[in-house]
């Protein structure tokens, strides 16, 4: 039946760490530092209200673009942390996940053949939707010795007459790379320069360690350039809720609002109730699991050091990217070996693109005791591979 399928279809490869999930699955043994995914339930008011308003009948459909009302939390919550105001009624979106706004802000902005920007080692799905929306992905590496931020040169140098949108993700999956002001300033005036329409994901922007996450779209000039993407997964435990958002000029939102609505008509009700609940009643607890990340993440960090493996400090987000260079093994090749010989799971840096290759992506994002015995049981396989 596969020649009833497009090429596109028939080309685009499985998630890279859907792979490792599946070699993993069913296996007790196995500490897991691939999932993308807090260890933390949601907390139970934020699941109490969802509860009450199911009992209560509240199962209809809601506006396309999201209850009035969480719109409104959304703009607000916006404002106060991260210096960004938008219009609830025209310029902000709810949508199923943050993966659907990535996907409906590519499919509104992308003509045939355009060429889309994108700062890699990334999120695996940016080049996959952008190709499926018949757009050319175009990688742009960062560097280790740049804490993976993007340098403007290297955006210069990929930049062509068909360069159309530039995608950020910052703090980064993987690297847990950020950006600050300053680090923005030359990158907006290359966009401006270049007339180019900015996909902002930022839905690890609460997970900002030492220093406030700095939206692209605050930057002078870029707020009507930008289309800034978050959720509720990562920093509100949020996850299997599906719930996101994006932001922007009302022209670029309500292009985004039409394929939503004939797609997935509006998000379920019951995960916006809850996501209204997060916002207005759950910043405490938001802050207590940032701040178990970080501890985290001091932990991972030091630990692959002391095993012999360079780390550069992750800044955000809950992933360290460790460098396996020295060892010798590509990153699938280590990946692979560790999963099967002592019992831990982790992601290949090459599965997310330019400049992964030589890297792991493991989450801290579970227990204490999980990461010390998973970074035990790494050290334990590069001592092997050291004697071998």
């Known amino acids: 039946m596969s020649e009833y399928l497009t090429p596109k279809a028939r080309e685009i490869k499985p998630s890279g760490i859907r792979k490792f999930f599946d070699l993993a699955s069913g296996r007790k043994d196995i500490i897991t530092l691939g999932v993308g995914e807090p260890d933390f339930v949601t907390p139970w008011h934020v699941r109490e ?24 939390e959304i703009g607000l919550y916006l404002h106060k942390n991260f210096d960004v105001a938008y219009d609830p009624g025209k310029e902000i979106l709810v949508t199923v996940g943050g993966s659907e706004a990535i996907d409906l802000a590519l499919r509104a902005l992308i003509t045939a053949g355009d060429e889309i920007l994108i700062p890699e ?20 590496e960062t560097f ?7 340098k403007a040169e290297t955006l210069k140098a990929a930049i062509t007459p068909r360069s159309k949108v530039l995608v950020l993700c910052y ?32 839905i690890y922007a609460e997970l900002s360690y030492g220093s406030k996450h700095v939206s692209f779209a605050s930057v002078p000039g870029m707020k009507d350039r930008t289309i800034l993407v978050s959720g509720f997964s990562k920093a509100f435990a949020m996850t299997g809720w599906r719930m996101g958002y994006a932001c922007g000029h009302e022209d670029l939102i309500g292009a985004m609002l039409k394929i939503h609505q004939f797609t997935v008509m509006c998000a379920p009700v019951m995960g916006q109730v809850a996501a209204l609940e997060a916002l207005r009643n759950g910043l405490e607890e938001k802050d207590r699991m940032v701040e178990s990340y970080n501890q985290r993440r001091r932990l991972v960090v030091s630990g692959f050091r002391e095993i ?12 360290a990217f460790p460098s396996i260079k020295s060892t010798g093994l590509s990153s699938d090749e ?4 560790l999963l099967n010989e002592h019992s831990v799971a982790a992601v290949p840096g090459d599965v997310f693109g330019l400049g992964g290759e030589g890297y792991l992506r493991c989450s801290y994002a579970t227990s204490v005791n ?10 334990n396989f590069v001592r092997k591979l050291k004697g071998e």
């Open 171 to 202: 703090p980064s999956n993987p690297t847990g790379g950020t950006m600050t002001y300053e680090d923005w300033l030359p990158i907006a005036k290359i966009v401006e320069e270049n007339d180019l329409i900015v996909i902002s994901d930022e």
């Open 334 to 337: 280590f990946a692979t070996r």
């Open 49 to 72: 209200a969802c509860v009450y308003s199911l009992e209560m009948g509240k199962t209809q459909y809601t506006s396309n673009a999201g209850m009035p009302e969480l719109r409104e």
């Open 370 to 379: 999980q990461l010390t015995e998973a970074i035990e049981r790494m050290g």
């Open 308 to 319: 012999g493996l360079e780390c550069h400090e992750p800044q955000g987000a809950f992933y």
């Open 121 to 140: 080692p990334c999120y695996i799905s940016y080049s996959p939707i952008t190709a499926l929306s018949g757009g050319v992905p175009v990688g742009v």
């Open 144 to 150: 280790a010795k740049d804490n993976f931020k993007l």
